[in-house]
C-alpha cells in the first residue's frame, strides 16, 4: 500500500450503503442545510453511472422533474448523505447509461425488479402461519361439535 492509499484509508468514513450499480434505481437521503435548520431530502432516481474505487468512489443519479432531467453526483463516502435505498434493480448491458438521457417517456423506462424488504417478507409469512393454524383449529373445533 503506498501512501496516497495509506492516507486516503484515514479518512475513509465507514457507510453502510446497500451495492447498486448503473440502471438501478436508489432513494438517496441527502442532508440538506438551510441557514441554521438542517432537513433531510430524498432523491429518487435511476443510478446512470458507478465510477472510481475507495475513498474517490462516486455514483450519478438521474431522476426527472417534470419535463426536464436532474442528475446528481455524490461520493460514497459523503457524510451528508444520511442512507442510500435500493428501490429497484434495473436491467442494462452497459456499465454507463448515458444513453438515457436522450430518450424520452415510455422509452427511457428501464426493465427492473422491484426489491423488497426481507423483514416485511418474514412478517407476512408470520401472519399467513398464524392464520392457517387459526383457520385450522376453528375447522377442527367445527368438526368436533358436528361428530
Request: hydrophobic share 35%.
Amino acid at each position: 500500500m503506498n501512501f496516497a492509499e495509506k492516507a486516503a484509508s484515514l479518512f475513509i468514513t465507514k457507510t453502510n450503503h446497500p451495492s447498486f450499480k448503473a440502471g438501478d434505481t436508489v432513494s438517496v437521503r441527502v442532508k440538506i442545510r438551510e441557514g441554521e435548520k438542517e432537513r433531510i431530502q430524498v432523491f429518487k432516481g435511476n443510478v446512470i453511472k458507478v465510477q472510481g474505487s475507495g475513498s474517490a468512489r462516486t455514483f450519478t443519479v438521474r431522476k426527472m422533474s417534470g419535463q426536464f432531467g436532474v442528475e446528481r453526483t455524490w461520493p460514497l463516502s459523503c457524510p451528508s448523505i444520511e442512507k442510500v435505498e435500493l428501490v429497484a434493480t434495473g436491467k442494462v448491458r452497459r456499465s454507463k447509461i448515458f444513453y438515457i438521457r436522450a430518450l424520452k417517456g415510455r422509452a427511457a423506462r428501464i426493465q427492473s425488479e422491484m426489491v423488497v424488504a426481507e423483514k416485511t417478507v418474514k412478517k407476512k409469512k408470520e401472519k399467513k402461519v398464524k392464520a392457517t393454524k387459526e383457520a385450522s383449529k376453528v375447522a377442527s373445533a367445527a368438526n368436533k361439535e358436528n361428530a
